[in-house]
């Protein structure tokens, strides 16, 4: 192990892809709290939140938490590939709703 103290090194890379997913999933589900002052909570839980989740969902069912080890390339890029864009999506939506409210409360 070479002295390296990262997560998946010490727990292991199905674990840290697995312990990934869920503290994304918490953090997009805390949208809706978040956002509650400022929007509904079924807006934000569909439109912000919801293809967030649909996102990591896939990425669950479709086994990459399970195979997407670094000896398997491809399968590494797409688990990546489909967090990030979960997170961009989320930063997206924020940006454009507080933008919006920001308009609105100009």
């Known amino acids: 192990q070479g002295g390296k103290r990262s997560y ?5 890379e199905k674990r840290a892809r697995r312990d ?16 509650a002052p400022w929007i509904a909570w079924h807006l934000s839980s569909l439109v912000i ?14 086994g990459l938490v ?4 670094s000896s398997n390339r491809p399968l590494c890029k ?9 997170q961009l ?3 997206l939506t924020w940006l ?4 919006c409210l920001g308009l609105q409360n100009a």
């Open 66 to 69: 399970r195979d997407a080890d």
């Open 49 to 62: 939140a919801g293809p967030a989740v649909a996102v990591l969902f896939h990425v669950y069912q479709s």
């Open 20 to 35: 990934a997913l869920l503290l994304l999933l918490v953090a997009y589900l805390l949208v809706v709290v978040v956002s």
């Open 8 to 12: 998946s090194v010490r727990h292991g």
């Open 78 to 86: 797409r688990f990546i590939l489909f967090t990030t864009l979960s």
């Open 96 to 99: 454009i709703l507080l933008i």
């Open 89 to 91: 999506w989320v930063m």
